[in-house]
């Protein structure tokens, strides 16, 4: 696939800032996600768009807003995921999200765990589409910035496309122009939310059909893509493609998006380099008496995946004496530990 330039990719304005498309993005992933994990696939990638942990709206409404909502000005275009089903506290903690400068609101209509289920919420919301679309309405008339939906195939035994077709048929109908497609079904009883992620079988074509018959809208595909390829065959048929834990496991593969997805041939840079590039970072935040070096350095634990000495630079990063130090050095002592393996 050839690069496309960025003048014939931008979508929107937010911000006073020029929004890329979202032909890439990092999917939200609870305990991994964080402002951390963020800045530093920020320092791989310019463009792909970035997602939040889900945050409950209690959390937002009655908890500690700047623990749940700062980030860093640089992780923009990024994301906060909604976890909800009241309309009205959606809508505040959209507009709170909002003024702390998001550029979109997505809501969770995708996660399967019991725990998510107990408060109504997550993959369970696929079930009452009105609901869902009261609630992107609610959002949609707080804010200006987007307001998406990520959601499955179906739920449970559902294995019908009129399912999702006419949820997203509903929704669309209450504003909403994104959807991210995790193409599996969710099984709310019986499998935990490792195994709802591999047992239930990847329907992509069901997410293509959707873009068939919604062509006025965006549709995101996730779901098991690992491979530059996989995304280049998603693209002839969806807008966009959202990858998980490849992405995190495996964080350089992102380095290739800004150029081949982007048109930018500027900004790739080396592993080196983003590590370099997250020292500054690193030492800021433990100035501020902020998280300990490890809540940071392991998120980096995948960036050398696949190369020689991966393993030291993985233990390295890891060694518990080196880290109560809190010496942002260990970056590059874990760099020169890969040279002697």
């Not at 996660?111 to 696929?126: H, I, K, N, T, Y």
């Not at 006419?166 to 009883?189: E, M, P, S, Y």
């Not at 020292?279 to 100035?287: E, K």
Request: include cysteine.
């Amino acid at each position: 696939m050839l690069p496309v330039a960025l003048h014939q990719l931008s979508l929107s304005v937010n911000h006073s800032t020029t929004l890329p498309p979202r032909r890439l993005s990092v999917a939200p992933m609870m305990d991994w996600t964080d402002r951390h994990c963020r800045m530093f696939h920020r320092q791989i990638s310019r463009y792909t768009w970035l997602y939040t942990e889900m945050v409950t709206t209690g959390a937002i409404i009655h908890g500690d807003k700047s623990r749940h909502l700062d980030f860093n000005e640089e992780e923009h275009p990024v994301a906060l995921q909604l976890g909800g089903s009241e309309p009205d506290d959606l809508a505040l903690s959209a507009k709170f999200g909002e003024q702390w400068g998001y550029d979109e609101i997505n809501l969770n209509c995708g996660c399967p765990s019991e725990r998510v289920q107990r408060g109504a919420f997550g993959a369970c919301l696929m079930a009452e589409p009105a609901l869902v679309a009261d609630c992107v309405k609610a959002m949609r008339d707080a804010v200006t910035i987007d307001v998406t939906v990520k959601h499955r195939i179906g739920i449970d035994e559902i294995d019908s496309y009129d399912f999702v077709r006419d949820f997203v048929g509903i929704v669309a109908q209450a504003g909403c122009k994104t959807f991210i497609v995790h193409a599996r079904n969710a099984v709310l009883k019986g499998l935990s939310p490792k195994e709802n992620r591999e047992i239930p079988p990847l329907r992509y074509e069901r997410a293509y059909q959707l873009k068939k018959d919604f062509p006025e809208l965006e549709i995101v595909i996730n779901g098991g893509i690992k491979e530059i390829r996989e995304i280049d065959e998603h693209l002839l048929h969806v807008d966009g493609v959202m990858l998980g834990r490849q992405a995190y496991h495996h964080p350089y593969l992102l380095a290739t998006f800004d150029e081949r997805y982007y048109g930018d041939t500027t900004s790739t840079r080396s592993r080196d380099e983003i590590l370099h590039a997250m020292l500054p970072y690193i030492q800021s935040q433990l100035a501020m008496g902020g998280p300990r070096l490890n809540s940071i350095t392991r998120h980096m634990l995948g960036l050398m995946a696949g190369l020689p000495g991966a393993r030291a630079f993985r233990q390295h990063l890891s060694d518990s004496k080196q880290l109560a130090s809190g010496d942002p050095a260990l970056l590059l002592r874990a760099i020169d530990a890969m040279a002697f393996k």
